[in-house]
């Protein structure tokens, strides 16, 4: 048992409704289950404009201690920041300068073996760094997506260089640098000095098997079941395109498949559907509580992701091979998420080939017409056990001991 005190630096954490929220979730509650004494600072829940999700309080391991911060958030002031700041990473800053205050009064009392900061937001890697200047305390920095290399962010020079610099200068003092896949850890270390980028780990994304209710699954038809939302460039419209066309050439299946879109908002991709013929076809669900969207994976015949960032695993992913239910990746050929995917049985189509998306819907649903539980596509527990929050605690609990002092 580690019996060490660690200290979680992250501005995102349950309640809040977030993908990174969610893996915390499971991350804190395996560290506290190994035996690491946890306290985390984060923001206060009553303070933020985001959707909170209470059962995710409930769902944390009571022994975790947190120390809510400061924060101002509400709707214009978040995007007059936003707009200000065109891509600076501390748009947090009152939550950090707040923090500086709190933690280094925390630490003046009470001893910490190591610190963990888990961005997004970028704030907390910010604060960790200054926790780190003031008491050097042993540190490792989470990266959940690219920094400076993120394809989200836009390019302004001046505002680059200030991201560049704030990432080097994390990349620079923390003891260890952690990804959820190997592309963004090559990706981002890879401008580095080699010195640097031996600090670099791999600790994918995780599932927890504790968090996922029991339900009947489908049974009527070919339910595939898609749970997250869009933005950006990502979107479901070449997946209703292939749809279409699959349906088109095999229309006997019109009335034997349905896919559930988890998340997305009803009205917006209806005209789309209907275009397209078809609303008796997809069902367009609003957000539901994160435990209610493992619900909905239980219940599916198959699960199915559309992915359009080439060095990112989605974060849903593990909970998707978490249900044990056969997946389909609409990703870029060769992603994180395509390759794992396909190591775990199931199909891969390009996102941006209508052609390949229509003809891999055609394999799956003429599968499940002579095997309705998909047993072709299914893998074991052992084959999915690398994104059990088991072993990857065990990986980031290694780490943490050492840069233990």
């Known amino acids: 048992m580690p019996n060490k005190r660690l200290l979680i630096v992250s501005f995102i954490f349950p309640p809040q409704l977030l993908a990174r929220s969610l893996q915390l979730l499971k991350t804190a509650n ?57 891509g600076m990473p501390d748009d947090k800053y009152l939550w950090r300068y707040a923090g500086k205050k709190a933690l280094k009064t925390l630490l003046e009392k009470e001893s910490f073996d190591c610190m963990a900061s888990f961005g997004l937001q970028w704030s907390s890697h910010l604060l960790a760094k200054e926790i780190k200047k003031l008491f050097a305390l042993p540190w490792l920095a989470h990266f959940s997506d ?50 640097i980028q031996k600090k670099g780990l791999f600790v994918p994304h995780c599932f927890d098997k504790t968090l996922y209710p029991e339900v009947e699954p489908f049974s009527d038809k070919l339910h595939l079941v898609h749970v997250g939302s869009f933005y950006g460039r990502h979107n479901p419209l070449n997946f209703f395109q292939g749809l279409k066309l699959f ?15 988890v998340g997305l908002d009803p009205k917006k991709y209806q005209s789309e559907a209907k275009a397209l013929g078809l609303e008796e076809n997809l069902d367009f669900v609003p957000k539901v509580p994160y435990l209610e969207s493992l619900g909905w994976m239980k219940k599916a015949t198959a699960l199915f992701s559309i992915d359009v960032v080439k060095n990112s ?28 995917v396909e190591k775990l049985h199931g199909l891969t189509a390009e996102q941006s080939n209508v052609e390949d998306i229509a003809e891999k819907l055609e394999t799956l649903a003429k599968a499940w017409e002579n095997d309705p539980e998909l047993k072709a596509y299914r893998y074991t527990e052992e084959e999915c056990s690398f994104f059990s929050s088991e072993n990857t605690t065990a990986i980031l609990s290694e780490a943490l001991l050492g840069i233990c002092r």
């Open 247 to 261: 349906l088109d050439r095999e229309p006997r299946f019109r009335s034997q498949i349905t896919a559930h879109f």
């Open 30 to 86: 395996a560290l506290s289950k190994a035996g690491w004494d946890l306290t985390v600072y984060t923001a206060d829940p009553k303070l933020l404009k985001d959707k909170l999700d209470p059962a995710l309080s409930e769902k944390l391991d009571k022994r975790i201690k947190l120390i809510p911060g400061y924060t101002f958030e509400n709707w214009f002031f978040s995007n007059a920041t936003a707009s200000l700041s065109l």
């Open 146 to 195: 690219p920094w400076v290399d993120n394809p989200y962010h836009r390019r302004i020079w001046p505002i680059s260089a200030v991201n560049r610099a704030q990432e080097r200068s994390v990349a620079e003092l923390a003891d260890k640098l952690c990804f959820t896949t190997e592309a963004t850890q090559k990706l981002v270390l890879g401008k580095y000095s080699p010195d």
């Open 313 to 340: 695993l989605l974060s849903k992913l593990p909970d998707y091979v978490g249900s044990g239910k056969p997946i389909l990746a609409i990703s870029d050929k060769g992603s994180p998420t395509w390759r794992y």
